[in-house]
């Protein structure tokens, strides 16, 4: 009597026993934040021919054949954090180590640690592409560890100034001012203006800006004054407004006034623009201000958008974009190599990373203040572990009955 029956039993006990191991690492990890499931192939062992009669063949048990992780999306959730971040795709995020090794992962739960670079719970940074330090373009097409504590949009002084303004064609009522503080008007003006400019280092000043109505016409004389005490203004340049009948601008000069703030900054000129200035029978009013002029500023909070833009919200109101967060794919993840810790490594099987900007070439787009959950069915797992719990029973009631029926054997011979 052949024991055939036994090794093969043993075979699908073995099966059962990785099997259920599979299906419970599944349930242990469905709380695991982008914790892709795995599955088990199983096929026939290599085949006895039978002697005897019109032949045939019989199987020796099964194995193994493969184990992969599934891949598919799971689903999301809500958090208030703008590092927790989620790819709705086939993307993986790009992790790198001390030693320049490169990792993969779905997990978006990232932080950031004491130097402020962006990483996850194992101290991995995230990786992306950062911008220079005027923001206009990236360093390098490279990856690049993803760094926010350090940014700062640097000052700028003020060049250019857009004014819109009406200047009341009705007033008549107008005021002497004495600049210099010698008793002697220097000019008469109808209305007054004070404007914040920034010098090279990012101190804001105030300027005054004053409008003189040319007595019997339509035309103005813009007055620009700077100064630092009381009585101790000094007049620094001039432009001109004239208006039609209507109240429209005719023309208007933009001379390059020049100001000087003190001998550690340096000098600079400013253009003002008054096109869209007007002359109606209304209050004198400034509708709109704008200058491209900024003290320096610290970032403040942080977005993150579907593209990977990570955009700083800096302490001087400016919004600039810092860096750009890279994913890869892979032609085969299922032949990734599990490294633990829910992140992967390239293999030979995987093919190389196809690596670049979110929401581009099949890489998915990234969700801020999201997670991806487990991609695990719980029911689906339960119903596994039943079938592979009665295969198992199964495969120990074949080992009993081949027992009986060689002890059958045994007793034939007493």
Do not use: C
């Amino acid at each position: 009597m052949s024991l055939t029956s036994l090794y093969t039993a043993v075979s699908g006990m073995n099966v059962m026993d990785s099997y259920l191991a599979v299906i419970g690492d599944n349930i242990a990890n469905m709380n695991t934040v982008g914790f892709k499931g795995s599955r088990l192939s199983f096929g026939d062992i290599l085949t006895q021919s039978i002697s005897g009669g019109s032949g045939g063949n019989i199987g020796r048990g099964v194995q193994i054949t493969s184990g992969d992780p599934l891949f598919s999306q799971g689903s999301f959730i809500n958090t208030s954090n703008p590092l927790d971040l989620a790819i709705d795709g086939d993307g993986f995020f790009i992790l790198q180590d001390d030693a320049n090794a490169l990792y993969y992962t779905r997990n978006g739960e990232f932080e950031l640690d004491e130097d402020g670079y962006i990483i996850d719970s194992t101290g991995l940074r995230l990786q992306g592409y950062s911008f220079n330090t005027d923001f206009s373009t990236f360093f390098s097409s490279s990856l690049d560890d993803i760094q926010l504590t350090n940014a700062l949009t640097g000052a700028r002084s003020t060049t250019e100034y857009d004014l819109s303004v009406n200047l009341n064609s009705e007033s008549t009522d107008v005021s002497a001012i004495d600049l210099d503080g010698d008793g002697t008007n220097d000019l008469n003006y109808s209305f007054s203006s004070t404007l914040v400019v920034y010098d090279s280092q990012g101190t804001s000043h105030d300027i005054t800006v004053y409008f003189e109505r040319i007595t019997g016409t339509n035309s103005w004389t813009v007055h620009y004054v700077q100064g630092s005490a009381p009585n101790a203004y000094t007049e620094v340049g001039q432009d001109s407004l004239t208006f039609d009948t209507s109240g429209n601008l005719l023309t208007a000069t933009s001379n390059a006034i020049p100001f000087s703030f003190g001998s550690t900054v340096a000098s600079q000129t400013v253009s003002f623009d008054f096109s869209n200035a007007t002359q109606y029978a209304s209050s004198f009013s400034t509708q709109d201000l704008a200058q491209n002029g900024q003290a320096a500023g610290s970032l403040a909070s942080l977005t993150i958008s579907e593209d990977g833009s990570v955009t700083g919200i800096f302490t001087n109101g400016l919004e600039q974009d810092i860096a750009q967060i890279a994913l890869a794919r892979f032609n085969a993840p299922q032949e990734l190599t599990k490294l633990g810790s829910n992140l992967y490594g390239e293999s030979a099987d995987s093919g190389d990373p196809i690596r670049g900007a979110p929401d581009t070439g099949g890489l998915g787009r990234i969700i801020s203040n999201s997670l991806e959950l487990s991609n695990v069915d719980l029911s689906e797992q339960f119903i596994q572990m039943i079938s592979a719990q009665r295969s198992f029973q199964a495969n120990t009631r074949l080992i009993t009955t081949t027992d009986d029926l060689l002890q059958e054997v045994i007793n034939t011979k007493r």
